[in-house]
Protein backbone atom coordinates (compact mmCIF):
# COMPACT_ATOMS: atom_id res chain seq x y z
CA UNK A 1 0.00 0.00 0.00
CA UNK A 2 0.95 3.93 -0.49
CA UNK A 3 1.33 6.33 2.02
CA UNK A 4 2.42 9.56 2.61
CA UNK A 5 3.48 11.36 5.43
CA UNK A 6 3.63 15.15 6.35
CA UNK A 7 4.65 15.57 9.31
CA UNK A 8 4.35 19.57 9.58
CA UNK A 9 0.66 19.79 10.39
CA UNK A 10 1.09 23.86 10.38
CA UNK A 11 3.89 26.06 9.67
CA UNK A 12 4.40 30.02 10.23
CA UNK A 13 6.44 32.26 8.74
CA UNK A 14 7.04 35.78 7.81
CA UNK A 15 6.55 37.72 4.60
CA UNK A 16 10.77 37.17 2.35
CA UNK A 17 11.51 34.15 4.20
CA UNK A 18 11.75 30.72 2.80
CA UNK A 19 10.07 27.74 3.80
CA UNK A 20 10.12 24.16 3.28
CA UNK A 21 7.44 21.77 3.44
CA UNK A 22 8.42 18.22 3.97
CA UNK A 23 6.95 14.95 2.77
CA UNK A 24 8.27 11.53 2.86
CA UNK A 25 6.49 8.56 1.16
CA UNK A 26 6.26 4.68 0.71
CA UNK A 27 5.44 2.67 -2.19
CA UNK A 28 6.45 -0.77 -3.75
CA UNK A 29 6.56 0.24 -6.81
CA UNK A 30 9.44 1.32 -8.65
CA UNK A 31 8.38 3.77 -11.26
CA UNK A 32 5.66 6.34 -9.81
CA UNK A 33 5.13 9.90 -9.78
CA UNK A 34 4.97 12.66 -7.44
CA UNK A 35 3.08 16.15 -6.87
CA UNK A 36 2.62 18.74 -4.49
CA UNK A 37 -0.53 20.60 -4.81
CA UNK A 38 -2.17 24.02 -3.16
CA UNK A 39 -5.33 24.13 -1.80
CA UNK A 40 -6.28 28.45 -0.96
CA UNK A 41 -8.69 29.30 1.51
CA UNK A 42 -11.32 29.13 -1.60
CA UNK A 43 -10.93 25.62 -1.59
CA UNK A 44 -9.61 24.66 -5.07
CA UNK A 45 -6.97 22.45 -6.30
CA UNK A 46 -4.36 24.20 -7.98
CA UNK A 47 -1.34 21.86 -9.20
CA UNK A 48 2.23 23.15 -8.64
CA UNK A 49 4.82 20.49 -9.38
CA UNK A 50 5.32 17.11 -10.68
CA UNK A 51 7.77 14.77 -10.40
CA UNK A 52 8.88 11.49 -11.61
CA UNK A 53 10.48 8.61 -9.79
CA UNK A 54 13.45 7.68 -12.61
CA UNK A 55 14.58 11.76 -13.31
CA UNK A 56 15.72 12.94 -9.11
CA UNK A 57 17.17 15.55 -10.88
CA UNK A 58 15.85 18.76 -9.18
CA UNK A 59 14.45 22.29 -10.33
CA UNK A 60 13.79 25.45 -9.90
CA UNK A 61 10.81 27.40 -11.16
CA UNK A 62 10.20 30.85 -10.09
CA UNK A 63 9.99 31.23 -6.47
CA UNK A 64 9.79 27.17 -6.17
CA UNK A 65 12.00 24.39 -5.93
CA UNK A 66 12.03 21.35 -4.85
CA UNK A 67 14.24 18.13 -3.72
CA UNK A 68 13.59 14.62 -4.35
CA UNK A 69 15.76 11.86 -2.98
CA UNK A 70 14.76 8.28 -3.92
CA UNK A 71 17.41 6.83 -1.35
CA UNK A 72 15.89 8.76 1.45
CA UNK A 73 11.70 8.41 0.11
CA UNK A 74 11.16 11.82 0.56
CA UNK A 75 10.35 14.95 -1.77
CA UNK A 76 10.24 18.27 -0.38
CA UNK A 77 9.08 21.71 -1.37
CA UNK A 78 10.81 24.75 -0.84
CA UNK A 79 9.20 28.50 -0.98
CA UNK A 80 11.87 31.11 -1.49
CA UNK A 81 10.84 34.83 -0.21
CA UNK A 82 7.49 34.05 0.54
CA UNK A 83 4.55 36.02 0.00
CA UNK A 84 1.08 36.32 2.03
CA UNK A 85 -0.65 35.00 -1.00
CA UNK A 86 1.17 31.74 -0.73
CA UNK A 87 -0.73 31.04 2.52
CA UNK A 88 -2.61 27.98 1.58
CA UNK A 89 -2.54 24.01 2.68
CA UNK A 90 0.03 22.11 0.33
CA UNK A 91 -0.60 18.64 -0.21
CA UNK A 92 2.01 16.17 -0.99
CA UNK A 93 0.58 12.97 -2.94
CA UNK A 94 1.77 10.11 -4.80
CA UNK A 95 0.56 7.89 -7.31
CA UNK A 96 1.41 4.88 -9.96
CA UNK A 97 2.67 5.43 -13.09
CA UNK A 98 0.07 4.88 -15.25
CA UNK A 99 -3.00 6.33 -13.35
CA UNK A 100 -2.46 9.77 -12.13
CA UNK A 101 -6.30 9.43 -11.06
CA UNK A 102 -5.10 6.87 -8.31
CA UNK A 103 -3.06 9.02 -6.13
CA UNK A 104 -2.82 9.10 -2.62
CA UNK A 105 -2.95 12.57 -0.52
CA UNK A 106 -0.96 13.25 2.37
CA UNK A 107 -3.20 15.32 5.21
CA UNK A 108 -1.77 18.32 4.28
CA UNK A 109 0.36 21.40 5.57
CA UNK A 110 -1.22 24.74 6.58
CA UNK A 111 1.46 27.55 5.67
CA UNK A 112 0.80 30.65 7.04
CA UNK A 113 2.47 33.86 6.04
CA UNK A 114 2.51 36.98 7.85
CA UNK A 115 2.94 40.32 6.44
CA UNK B 1 -12.13 25.26 -21.91
CA UNK B 2 -14.75 24.19 -18.85
CA UNK B 3 -12.32 21.40 -17.74
CA UNK B 4 -13.82 19.43 -14.64
CA UNK B 5 -17.31 20.60 -14.18
CA UNK B 6 -18.87 19.50 -11.01
CA UNK B 7 -22.23 19.81 -9.61
CA UNK B 8 -24.19 21.44 -7.32
CA UNK B 9 -21.59 23.10 -5.70
CA UNK B 10 -23.27 22.80 -1.91
CA UNK B 11 -26.11 20.31 -0.93
CA UNK B 12 -27.99 19.33 2.11
CA UNK B 13 -29.46 16.07 2.48
CA UNK B 14 -30.95 14.29 5.34
CA UNK B 15 -29.45 11.08 6.93
CA UNK B 16 -31.50 8.54 4.31
CA UNK B 17 -31.84 10.12 1.51
CA UNK B 18 -30.31 9.63 -1.44
CA UNK B 19 -28.63 11.66 -4.35
CA UNK B 20 -26.21 11.86 -6.92
CA UNK B 21 -22.93 14.09 -7.55
CA UNK B 22 -22.38 14.76 -11.23
CA UNK B 23 -18.76 15.49 -12.56
CA UNK B 24 -18.47 15.63 -16.34
CA UNK B 25 -14.85 16.33 -18.79
CA UNK B 26 -14.32 17.88 -21.74
CA UNK B 27 -10.83 16.66 -22.20
CA UNK B 28 -11.06 13.26 -23.05
CA UNK B 29 -9.42 12.23 -20.41
CA UNK B 30 -9.11 8.36 -20.27
CA UNK B 31 -8.92 8.32 -16.25
CA UNK B 32 -11.63 9.88 -13.82
CA UNK B 33 -12.07 9.66 -10.09
CA UNK B 34 -13.70 10.77 -7.09
CA UNK B 35 -11.79 11.78 -3.85
CA UNK B 36 -13.64 13.14 -0.91
CA UNK B 37 -11.75 15.63 1.62
CA UNK B 38 -12.71 16.09 5.82
CA UNK B 39 -11.37 18.59 7.70
CA UNK B 40 -7.93 18.48 8.55
CA UNK B 41 -6.74 15.52 6.17
CA UNK B 42 -5.88 15.18 2.88
CA UNK B 43 -7.99 13.72 -0.26
CA UNK B 44 -8.95 10.11 -0.23
CA UNK B 45 -9.78 8.19 -3.00
CA UNK B 46 -13.59 6.63 -3.15
CA UNK B 47 -13.71 5.23 -6.72
CA UNK B 48 -11.70 5.72 -10.05
CA UNK B 49 -12.21 4.66 -13.78
CA UNK B 50 -9.34 3.56 -16.40
CA UNK B 51 -12.12 4.29 -19.53
CA UNK B 52 -16.05 3.75 -20.30
CA UNK B 53 -17.38 1.36 -18.39
CA UNK B 54 -14.09 0.36 -16.26
CA UNK B 55 -14.63 0.96 -12.64
CA UNK B 56 -12.78 0.20 -9.39
CA UNK B 57 -12.78 0.81 -5.91
CA UNK B 58 -10.27 3.57 -4.12
CA UNK B 59 -9.58 3.15 -0.32
CA UNK B 60 -12.92 4.40 1.01
CA UNK B 61 -15.90 2.98 -1.07
CA UNK B 62 -18.71 2.01 1.34
CA UNK B 63 -21.90 3.52 0.51
CA UNK B 64 -21.24 5.36 -2.70
CA UNK B 65 -22.02 3.48 -6.17
CA UNK B 66 -20.35 5.17 -9.65
CA UNK B 67 -20.90 4.00 -13.17
CA UNK B 68 -18.99 5.70 -16.66
CA UNK B 69 -20.99 5.28 -19.33
CA UNK B 70 -19.44 7.52 -21.57
CA UNK B 71 -15.77 9.21 -21.46
CA UNK B 72 -17.34 12.70 -20.14
CA UNK B 73 -19.02 11.61 -17.27
CA UNK B 74 -18.41 10.33 -14.05
CA UNK B 75 -21.28 10.47 -11.48
CA UNK B 76 -20.88 9.22 -7.88
CA UNK B 77 -24.34 7.89 -6.18
CA UNK B 78 -24.30 8.18 -2.49
CA UNK B 79 -27.50 5.39 -1.77
CA UNK B 80 -28.37 6.13 1.53
CA UNK B 81 -26.78 9.23 2.62
CA UNK B 82 -25.21 9.39 6.52
CA UNK B 83 -23.81 12.10 8.54
CA UNK B 84 -19.95 10.14 8.25
CA UNK B 85 -20.65 11.32 4.16
CA UNK B 86 -20.38 14.88 5.58
CA UNK B 87 -17.39 16.22 3.46
CA UNK B 88 -15.86 17.66 0.21
CA UNK B 89 -15.70 15.73 -3.04
CA UNK B 90 -13.63 16.09 -5.70
CA UNK B 91 -13.92 14.57 -9.21
CA UNK B 92 -10.55 14.73 -10.57
CA UNK B 93 -9.95 13.36 -14.73
CA UNK B 94 -5.94 12.63 -15.31
CA UNK B 95 -4.08 10.99 -18.38
CA UNK B 96 -1.25 9.21 -18.50
CA UNK B 97 1.30 10.02 -22.18
CA UNK B 98 4.47 8.67 -21.86
CA UNK B 99 6.35 10.68 -19.33
CA UNK B 100 3.35 12.71 -18.55
CA UNK B 101 0.73 12.06 -15.86
CA UNK B 102 -1.79 14.88 -15.01
CA UNK B 103 -4.70 15.14 -12.99
CA UNK B 104 -6.86 17.50 -12.93
CA UNK B 105 -9.58 18.56 -10.35
CA UNK B 106 -12.97 20.45 -10.42
CA UNK B 107 -14.13 22.99 -7.93
CA UNK B 108 -15.22 20.81 -5.48
CA UNK B 109 -18.99 19.40 -4.56
CA UNK B 110 -19.49 20.69 -0.29
CA UNK B 111 -21.91 18.05 0.89
CA UNK B 112 -23.94 18.09 4.32
CA UNK B 113 -26.15 15.50 5.73
CA UNK B 114 -27.82 16.36 8.97
Known amino acids: AQKVTQAQTEISVVEKEDVTLDCVYE???????LFWYKQPPSGELVFLIRRNSFDEQNEISGRYSWNFQKSTSSFNFTITASQVVDSAVYFC????????????FGDGTTLTVKP | NAGVTQTPKFQVLKTGQSMTLQCAQDMNHEYMSWYRQDPGMGLRLIHYSVGAGITDQGEVPNGYNVSRSTTEDFPLRLLSAAPSQTSVYFC?????????????FGAGTRLSVL
Open chain 2, 92 to 104: ASSYSLGAKNIQY
Open chain 1, 93 to 104: ALSERTNAGKST
Open chain 1, 27 to 33: TRDTTYY
